[in-house]
């Protein structure tokens, strides 16, 4: 069974530039998560979708955005960017609704450089 | 907004030595679970707790779910070279919550 798959897995931009991420989830799993990871914040939670819909969101500005297709594939939007937006941005799948087990399956991250 | 304190925040240990962190919360939560990240990679699930008092082990990887829904600790029984990386605990307060997570132990085997 094949696993979360981020793309691409490395990128530079430069500041004002936007960015989008593509996440393609495990077969079958319908509920997909993003995740910001910097070295000194952890893995802070960016949002959820879960049959095309946006369930959950977290604090992070409106410059991120994300959006779920019918297939389940998922992409996350970074406009304007900023230096503090070079980060490990993790896609989590699960086979259900995340909020109901918490088992999160990752890939293995995208990893953005904003100079 | 909810916080998990994980400690320690990382281990320098001998090969063959035993392991324990823990996390601990002000909050009930409903599930605890632990995760390992190797370098370069994502995250993988060790184990997942779902019940108070639960003890639950993976191999050589011991895990608890405490009595009072507050806290959760890992133990690593004789660590091996492989051990190292960053293990984060992650708590849900309930159905359709998002993920709570600690800020991760790192892992590290001393020469």
């Known amino acids: 069974k094949a696993g979360v798959t981020q793309t691409p897995r490395y990128l530079i931009k430069t500041r004002g530039q936007q960015v989008t991420l593509s996440c393609s989830p495990i077969s079958g799993h319908r509920s997909v998560s993003w995740y910001q990871q910097t070295p000194g914040q952890g893995l802070q939670f960016l949002f959820e979708y879960f049959s095309e819909t946006q369930r959950n969101k977290g604090n992070f500005p409106g410059r991120f955005s994300g959006r779920q297709f019918s297939n389940s594939r998922s992409e996350m939007n970074v406009s304007t960017l900023e230096l503090g937006d070079s980060a490990l941005y993790l896609c989590?799948?699960?086979?259900?609704?995340?909020?109901?087990?918490?088992?999160?399956?990752f890939g293995e991250g995208s990893r953005l450089t904003v100079l | 907004g909810q916080q998990l304190n994980q400690s320690p925040q990382s281990m320098f240990i001998q090969e063959g030595e035993d392991v324990s962190m823990n996390c601990t919360s002000s909050?009930?939560?409903?599930?605890w679970l632990w995760y390992k990240q190797d370098p370069g990679e994502g995250p993988v699930l060790l184990i997942a707790?779902?019940?108070a008092g639960e003890l639950t082990s993976n191999g050589r990887l011991t895990a608890q779910f405490g009595i009072t829904r507050k806290d959760s600790f890992l133990n690593i029984s004789a660590s091996i070279p492989s051990d190292v990386g960053i293990y984060f605990c992650a708590g849900q307060l309930g159905s359709n919550y998002q993920l709570i997570w600690g800020a991760g132990t790192k892992l590290i085997i001393k020469p």
């Open positions: 909050s009930i939560f409903n599930t």
């Open positions: 989590a799948s699960s086979g259900l609704a995340g909020g109901d087990t918490g088992e999160l399956f």
């Open positions: 707790l779902y019940k």
